[in-house]
């Protein structure tokens, strides 16, 4: 099943054209790894397949939703809780209870932390607030823009883990990253370099 | 995580979320609140000092001065209506929501209000008392507040909207919207001054209400548009 299909598409920011002729097909069961050197277009690739630019982005995409996009900012407000942050997400996706929420932080060993306000956390706690959304999202195709940001290692194992058991129940996660590969036998690469207009 | 097919939120449900996130958030920084009513304080005990201490002289100009200055505590905290949210990213995820942006962003601009022109509106008739306004102006200045302050945040809201990724926009922001603000300003005025005279202030009230109902009909519609142009730049 195709959760994203992107043709010739092309990515202008300000006067200037950051990417031309991108083709991508995102099948389930599939993970991509964006690739490119910094201010190649990565986020705003991103940002464009999300539908969240129309300006200046020409081509035709057309995207399985509701679609789940972390973006670098984190959606978090500082002085609220997390779990007050996951219940009342500005994008309106979780219907999940509060148990189920602080499960899920549980599980991103922040139990404990559930009712402190996030501004006292640490930036790789803060971090994993906001990645908590990917257990309680009934999204099929997760857009993660720099996903291994600020987390330790066990973080990333868990990230790793957690998109590993995504694409294995059918869904589908494009992600930017300046790590090395950590899906070698299941990822797809998407090297911008290919597509950048010099 | 995919098998079950919940239900999303409803729209209600959605709408009451971003009310209290954004009620929260408020009264977790209490300076952001506290600001236009200190704003407001420090204004009006100014003005007896600047322009002397007759007691007929300052009842008589009470009305103007108290919405000037509440109209000005107003885009004071209009500015940044939406610029945490912007920074925070999450107005992206607002943007991406299953529901109407515009109703989202409702929630958001009701709690602004309750918070901010609704508080102001409350204890306005304290500062009026210092200003030697008569007593039977104090409800229908009152009551115009909270019809004009919710006027004023409508429109506030607007201009926020468009202005909220131009860095600096504060300027911006107050050339926009002040001429939409006089209206609002012409009818609170008359109402209060009506009372005072002793004549009915309801012609006033009324229009003041009509306006206000039409802006909460049109306003987030605006909001909506605006915030989206404002993401895609």
Excluded at chain 1, 102 to 124: D, H, I, K, T
Excluded at chain 1, 154 to 174: F, K, N, Q, T
Excluded at chain 2, 81 to 88: G, K, L, N, R, T
Aim: proline content about 5%; some cysteine.
């Amino acid at each position: 099943m195709t959760l994203l299909a992107a043709a010739e598409v092309s990515i202008e920011r300000g006067e200037r054209r950051l990417l031309q002729a991108v083709n991508l097909s995102v099948e389930s069961g599939q993970v991509w790894q964006v690739l490119g050197a910094n201010g190649v277009g990565k986020s705003s690739l991103l940002r464009a397949l999300a539908g969240l630019a129309r300006f200046g982005v020409e081509g035709s995409i057309s995207r399985f939703e509701p679609l789940l996009y972390l973006a670098h900012a984190p959606a978090i407000k500082r002085a609220l809780s997390p779990l007050e942050n996951l219940r009342c997400h500005p994008a309106c996706d979780i219907t999940s209870t509060p148990a189920q929420i602080e499960a899920a932080l549980a599980a991103l060993q922040l139990g404990g932390f559930e009712n402190q306000p996030v501004g006292s956390l640490s930036a790789g706690q803060q971090r994993r607030v906001a990645l908590a959304r990917l257990l309680l999202t009934d999204a099929r195709l997760w857009l993660l823009d720099e996903p291994f940001t600020a987390l330790d290692g066990s973080g990333c194992d868990w990230l790793e883990d957690c998109i590993r058991r995504h694409i294995s129940a059918g869904g589908a996660v494009i992600f930017t990253s300046h790590q090395p590969s950590r899906f070698s036998e299941l990822q797809q690469d998407l090297d911008l370099a290919h597509y950048a207009v010099c | 995580m995919l098998s079950a097919d919940r239900p999303s939120l409803s729209l209600p449900t959605a709408f009451g979320r971003q009310f209290r996130r954004h009620g929260k958030a408020l009264m977790a920084s209490l300076a952001d609140v506290a600001n236009p009513l200190l704003f407001f304080f420090m204004v009006v005990t100014l003005f007896p000092l600047g322009l002397g201490p007759d007691p007929m002289q300052l009842a008589s100009m009470a009305p103007g001065i108290l919405w000037v200055v509440a109209l000005l505590a107003s885009l004071m905290v209009s500015a940044r209506m939406f610029a945490s949210d912007f920074e925070d990213g999450s107005l992206e995820q607002m943007a991406l929501a299953p529901h109407p942006l515009s109703v989202l962003a409702l929630g958001e601009v009701a709690a602004h209000w309750l918070a901010t022109g609704c508080l102001l509106a409350l204890v306005s008739p304290l500062f009026a008392m210092m200003l030697g306004l008569p007593s039977q102006g104090l409800g229908v200045l009152m009551v115009s507040l909270l019809l004009g302050s919710l006027c004023l945040t409508l429109i506030g809201a607007v201009g926020s909207a468009l202005t909220v990724s131009i860095r600096r926009g504060g300027l911006l922001l107050s050339l926009l919207i002040i001429p939409l603000n006089v209206p609002v300003l012409i009818f609170g005025t008359a109402a209060v001054t009506e009372a005072v005279m002793g004549r009915d202030p309801s012609t006033w009230l009324a229009l003041m209400g009509a306006l206000a109902a039409g802006m909460l009909a049109l306003a987030p519609l605006a909001v909506g548009a605006a915030l989206r142009i404002s993401l895609d730049s």
